[in-house]
T-cell receptor
Framework: AQSVTQPDIHITVSEGASLELRCNYS??????LFWYVQSPGQGLQLLLK??????LVQGIKGFEAEFKRSQSSFNLRKPSVHWSDAAEYFC????????????FGKGTRLSVIA | EPEVTQTPSHQVTQMGQEVILRCVPI?????FYWYRQILGQKVEFLVS????????KSEIFDDQFSVERPDGSNFTLKIRSTKLEDSAMYFC????????????FGPGTRLTVT
């Protein structure tokens, strides 16, 4: 069965500092990988996704993520955080082969301080 | 940009009552999903729907739950007799057919069972 682990429940960074949110997955093969962001009172917005090819993927809002098969990881990064990035971030995995359900991690809450 | 919409944004109901949560998926999408997020926990898959039938469901989706696409635009989740533990945020999602696999989420309905 698939599973996703986001080891950090809450992270606080200063505005302008770099960010890395960790995600590890468990799956028998190479899955589809996603990062979603949820602002307070909002739905889940897709930041980026990995299906195949280049293991460094670019997303919206200046985010990127790197798929590392050997570490079963898909960490999210941003070189310079803005106060508006404060939100909940969810890593998710989907099985290959079609429109199958996503399995989410528990999320990491990001706080940004001045 | 097309988006998934959900109504109501917040529903309060008494234990034992029936509730219907409504979703309008993106118009050319063919796959529909319901997920839920109990406060402080991860987003969990409930059910997926394609071609007017359930394609997959989780253990959570027991006999008290049902889904329906009553017309060409709405997708509903009915909880027949609500329990306190059904209190959660319920998200609807939709995705197009094909390999892109992206699921687009609505803003959610917060269900509170008292």
């Amino acid at each position: 069965a698939q599973s996703v682990t986001q080891p950090d429940i809450h992270i606080t960074v200063s505005e302008g500092a770099s960010l890395e949110l960790r995600c590890n997955y468990s799956y028998g093969a190479t899955p589809y990988l996603f990062w979603y962001v949820q602002s307070p009172g909002q739905g889940l917005q897709l930041l980026l996704k990995y299906f195949s090819g280049d293991t460094l993927v670019q997303g919206i809002k200046g985010f990127e993520a790197e798929f590392k098969r050997s570490q079963s990881s898909f960490n999210l990064r941003k070189p310079s955080v803005h106060w508006s990035d404060a939100a909940e971030y969810f890593c998710a995995v989907g099985a290959r082969g079609g429109n199958t359900p996503l399995v989410f991690g528990k999320g990491t809450r990001l706080s940004v301080i001045a | 940009e097309p988006e998934v919409t959900q109504t109501p944004s917040h529903q309060v109901t008494q234990m034992g009552q029936e509730v219907i949560l409504r979703c309008v998926p993106i118009s050319n999408h063919l796959y529909f999903y319901w997920y839920r997020q109990i406060l402080g926990q991860k987003v969990e898959f409930l059910v997926s729907f394609y071609n007017n039938e359930i394609s997959e469901k989780s253990e959570i989706f027991d006999d008290q739950f049902s889904v329906e696409r009553p017309d060409g635009s709405n997708f509903t989740l009915k909880i027949r007799s609500t329990k306190l533990e059904d209190s959660a945020m319920y998200f609807c999602a939709s995705s197009p057919q094909g390999q892109t696999y992206e699921q687009y989420f609505g803003p959610g309905t917060r269900l509170t069972v008292t």
